[in-house]
């Protein structure tokens, strides 16, 4: 028998209250031709979840589908897609192991399923993260509770040959107490021309830099970016300029921006804002910042934050980078883990992970600010949004 907590319990049981399929949109207009786009869904080791899920998304009326189980493994919390659009990679646990896995991505007539390809043990623990370069060459993995960065090499067809690496982080900045008494790797991903990788470290307060060598698939030490003391670096995003760095801060919930340098690598921090008012957070017994995107366009950014279950939007200034909060909007759920934008840069998707939700949102073209579309489907805990279009019309 499947035991459930008390939180499951209410969060199913509230869940019964909301339409899995909404039948009409309060935003968008319905009567255009559909556009079908799949959205793949990681979750978080529980009773609920069996694996990673599918559902369909209508980016003409920002409508989600049914979700249905598409492979089962044991915690898929963090999911790449291969360049080529038919390799899914996630990191969870296969045969008692936590590991990278490759799936082969199958379409019949409609039905998507997921195929294993081959997986690899990871061999420090289980990942936080997933990331894959643009030439399909190599990924990266970043190991929160063993501090490190694993490389591994990527064959033509998308399996993953070996693992090239392993780099342990030393030490922690030690000023949240049972946070960061040691390293704590929490993403890894590329620079735009992939010269460059970065590992946020919230154990560190340091956004840990490589030099990136793609043909060997290796990382050799570049440096690093100096995060705001205690505050916790999780996840980070690129301005599509190239030229700034944007990096959630888990602990502090905050947003820190940076200056990049493309030709050394180089970071450098040039100012941090609050994601919520601290006399709001205050009234909250937990906060915690989660994920953050930059819109397409660049002209906005958007950043999820836990406790409150609200997404903040900010303005981006476009001569310095600098940010402003424009709006703080609520999930219509609990613990915003993961969120993302859809291909066409209308939609905002947000999984809520105690409340098994995952919701859509119009973003506004002339503000980037936030309308909940009323469409929210039932995912058990879903910790990862990964929309992968080209259309299916």
């Known amino acids: ?54 559902c369909k998304f209508n980016t003409k009326t920002g409508q989600l589908s049914k979700a249905e189980l598409a492979a089962e493994v044991d915690g898929p919390g963090f999911l790449a897609m291969h360049p080529n659009g038919n390799v899914l990679y996630a990191v969870g646990s296969l045969d008692g192991k936590a590991s990278v896995i490759a799936f082969q991505v199958k379409d019949a007539a409609g039905n998507v399923q997921l195929e ?28 929160y509770g063993g501090g490190s960065v694993a490389v591994f090499s990527l064959a033509p067809d998308g399996s993953i040959e070996g693992r090239t690496q392993l780099i ?4 922690g900045s030690k000023v949240v107490e049972n946070r960061q008494d040691r390293s704590h790797a929490h993403w890894g991903g ?35 970016g100096e995060a705001p003391k205690g505050g916790g670096p999780r996840h980070m995003a690129f301005h599509p300029n190239g030229h700034w760095i944007y990096v959630v801060n888990e602990l502090a919930l905050t947003m820190t921006v940076f200056d990049y340098d493309a030709p050394s690598g180089a970071m450098t921090p040039k100012q941090t804002i609050e994601a919520v008012p601290k006399k709001i957070m205050e009234r909250e017994l937990f906060n915690s910042g989660s994920e953050v ?58 999984a809520g992970q105690d409340s098994n939700t995952l919701a859509s949102f119009v973003m506004e073209a002339e503000t980037g600010k936030l309308t909940y579309n009323r469409s929210i489907i039932f995912v058990p805990t879903p910790i990862c949004v990964l ?3 080209k259309n299916r019309d």
Request: glycine share 8%; charged share 15%; hydrophobic share 40%.
């Open 293 to 350: 995107c930059v819109h397409p366009n660049g002209r906005f950014l958007y950043s999820a934050n836990r406790g409150h279950d609200t997404i903040s939007v900010y303005k981006i200034d476009q001569a310095s980078g600098r940010l402003e909060v424009v709006q703080i909007e609520p999930i219509r759920g609990a613990t915003p883990r993961n969120f993302n934008i859809d291909p066409t840069g209308k939609w905002l998707l947000v």
């Open 387 to 389: 929309p992968v279009g």
């Open 190 to 224: 590329f620079s735009p021309d992939e010269r460059f990788a970065f590992v946020p470290d919230l154990g560190l307060d340091q956004v840990v830099i490589y030099r990136v060598n793609s043909d060997e698939a290796s990382l050799s030490a570049n440096g690093f």
């Open 168 to 171: 342990k982080h030393q030490g």
């Open 116 to 143: 294993l390809l081959n997986s690899l043990p990871i061999g420090d623990g289980g990942a936080a993260h997933v990331s894959v370069d643009s030439q399909g060459k190599m990924l990266l993995t970043a190991q």
């Open 1 to 54: 028998m499947v035991n459930l907590s008390l939180l499951q319990i209410l969060a199913i049981s509230s869940f019964l209250l909301v339409p899995v399929w909404t039948s009409h949109s309060a935003i968008a207009d319905e009567t255009g031709e559909n556009s079908m786009i799949d959205i793949w869904i990681g979750t978080s080791a529980s009773p609920l979840s069996e694996g990673i899920y599918h």
